[in-house]
């Protein structure tokens, strides 16, 4: 797992919560790489779950919504990291149409190694499109707080129903979209 | 910030900061070595592009040339590559060729950089200031499908190189042709001399016997005139018997119709002869035409009898009304005398003396093809030479008994030339069979 999701999990712990508690929570966790993380850097994806493991322990919060809010903050965050994506995007569909083919296969150029989840946008009407998400790692929760995220910053107000599709074992989930004003 | 987070969050991000010096280092390092691999193989292909003996053109999608290599410039008559930069490629060529050259563009879309054509059509290039010269062109369209790869090899020497390997191969032909004109001469002056005997033999015995006969009407002629009731009468008849007897008069009106007949036989026989090779040396029309096979096959045995009469029987068995296969005649016929002198050979050296071998050959049609069929009972091909009895100079005969082209330059003519099928069938020890396929005429081309 590349270091930026790293860096930017301790940076909003540092926001969220305090310097001190992500301090704490990296002592308290086994890390094979100290906690010394450099955003171009490849690291076990465990270390993330043990970070979150631990400063859910740590604060109360569920795992769930400690992911879901780092996915949305993570989004904010490419949105400042890398404005060229964003470019001609009127809309949170028409970004999510581009993650797989256009954004990761950029990634890919730079970083050949990196190992990405595939999270697939297809429209299935004017105001509703389907995401698919897969990864071998369970990090679901995660991909929900990046749609969340790019709806955010888009300004477009949408309902998302999530379908688990993994059972249990690999990160699998179908995340449905309907623009809030065609619902209502 | 407690003091002690304070160091703490300082020596991660001192950690952080060497392992992203690192890492940096290390893309550097990545990044010298490809482009460094990238210098070499852009030198390579630099090297390739200004050496491979072909034009190589990078083609904008309204056909102004981008760029091109130097045998590309040279092979328009261009001294400078950069002279032709800009300008419409189809402008290289004649205005026959631009829609060949449109249509290998369309084609190229299709493939999608999915390799070059099957077949390249040729077309006429311009070399600047001067003449044509005939081309091959290929087209491939790149990934970037605002561009495609123009391919362009001159072709001149190629087709200088066929023509005169097509003279040679003609020229070939016509020794074979000779050859077996040769081989054929002292049997065909053996067959033509035989008749020539015995017309002979005939004519001097009728000259002699009109010798007699008109001794006899001499001997008769003072009696003509006188009055047939005479005293005249007893003694012309004792000298008409006279002479009758002194003649032999019973005997040559016994032998003389015989002899005229053998002698019109014999003529007629040297006549058949003639006209066998009058007609396989020159068959007529030098262009292919519908051809009876059944009057080659005849011909051609007929020519060819001294050959196998000493060691063979021929028997044919031609299919009546057989379609008209549609060949040259004199190339058939030296096909087949190529295989009936061979049929022979194997029959000589595989029968004991005297005994006799057969060859026949057949006749029949089927479903368009006209087919024929020479079998002999020599012996058979060892089948380690059954794959080289096609090839140019592959013999088994002895020195000065063939040069090994017989059969090399049958396969040419009736596989190549006329599309037919030339295969053979062998049993070692018993014998062979060669088949030859010929599409009928009515039914060429379909």
């Known amino acids: ?184 | 910030m407690t003091q002690d987070v304070y160091k703490q969050r300082a020596l991660r991000e001192r950690k952080a900061r060497l392992a992203a010096e690192a890492l940096l280092e290390a893309k550097s390092r990545d990044l010298y070595l490809a482009n460094q691999r990238l210098e070499i193989r852009s030198g390579e292909l630099q090297a390739i592009l200004e050496n491979v003996p072909a034009g190589i053109a990078v083609v904008n999608s309204d056909c102004t040339i981008k760029l091109i290599n130097k045998p590309g410039a040279r092979m328009f008559g261009y001294t400078l590559a950069t002279d032709l930069v800009g300008q419409d490629i189809l402008s290289l060529f004649d205005t026959e060729s631009a829609p060949i050259l449109r249509s290998l563009i369309s084609q190229a879309c299709e493939r999608q950089n999915k390799g070059s054509a099957q077949a390249l059509p040729e077309v006429k290039a311009i070399r600047m200031g001067s003449d044509m010269f005939p081309a091959e062109v290929d087209i491939v369209q790149t990934e970037a499908a605002d561009r495609s790869i123009w391919i362009c090899r001159d072709i001149s020497r190629r087709k200088q190189a066929e023509s005169e390997r097509q003279a040679l191969e003609q020229e070939r032909r016509h020794l074979q042709k000779m050859e077996s004109l040769g081989t054929l001469a002292s049997g065909i002056a053996h067959e033509i001399n035989t008749p020539v005997q015995y017309v002979s033999d005939n004519v001097r015995f009728l000259q002699d016997t009109i010798t007699d006969l008109f001794e006899l009407i001499d001997r008769l002629q003072p009696f003509f005139g006188t009055d047939p009731i005479a005293e005249t009468t007893p003694p012309m008849i004792a000298a008409a018997r006279d002479k009758a007897e002194e003649i032999d008069l019973d005997f040559l009106h016994e032998e003389a119709p015989g002899a005229l007949e053998q002698t019109l036989s014999g003529l007629q026989q040297i006549s058949k002869i003639v006209t066998a090779i009058k007609e396989f040396s020159h068959p007529g029309s030098q262009e292919t035409s519908d051809i009876d096979l059944n009057h080659a096959i005849e011909t051609t045995a007929t020519v060819s009898r001294n050959q196998w009469k000493y060691v063979s029987t021929l028997d044919l068995k031609l299919t009546p009304d057989l379609p008209s296969a549609l060949c040259h005649a004199g190339d058939f016929n030296q096909v087949l005398l190529n295989l009936i002198v061979n049929a022979a050979d194997a029959i000589e050296e595989n029968k004991a003396e005297g005994e006799l071998g057969a060859i026949e050959i057949s006749t029949y049609a089927d479903k368009g093809t006209i087919w024929v069929k020479v079998t002999d009972d020599g012996g058979g091909i060892p089948e380690e030479n059954l794959g080289r009895i096609f090839d140019p100079f592959f013999t088994t005969k002895a020195v000065g008994k063939g040069s090994g082209q017989g059969l090399a330059i049958a396969y040419n003519l009736i596989v190549n030339r006329y599309h037919g099928q030339l295969i053979v069938d062998s049993e070692p020890g018993i014998g062979t069979t060669f088949i030859i396929g010929l599409p009928c005429a009515e039914s060429d081309g379909e």
């Open chain 1, 1 to 184: 797992m590349k270091g930026i999701i790293f860096t930017e999990f301790l940076d909003m712990v540092d926001d969220k919560f305090s310097v001190e508690i992500t301090e704490k929570i990296i002592s308290q966790c086994d890390l094979e790489s100290d906690g010394a993380y450099t955003a171009t850097g490849t690291y076990s994806h465990t270390e993330i779950l043990s970070l979150v493991m631990t400063l859910h322990k740590q604060c109360g919060a569920s795992v769930q919504d400690l992911c879901r809010t780092f996915g949305a903050h993570l989004f904010q965050r490419f949105s400042i990291l890398y404005p060229v994506f964003f470019d001609g995007h009127q809309n949170a569909f028409s970004f999510l149409e581009t993650v797989e083919n256009y954004i990761h296969v950029e990634v890919l150029k730079l970083f050949p190694e990196a190992k990405l989840p595939s999270i697939q946008g297809n429209r299935l009407g004017d105001d509703s499109m389907e995401v698919i998400y897969r990864s071998h790692r369970c990090l679901t929760p995660v991909c929900h707080g990046l749609i969340l995220g790019c709806l955010d910053y888009f300004d477009h107000p949408a309902t998302i129903e999530v379908e688990d599709l993994s059972a249990g074992y690999v990160g699998h989930a179908r995340f449905l979209l309907c623009a809030e004003d065609a619902a209502a």
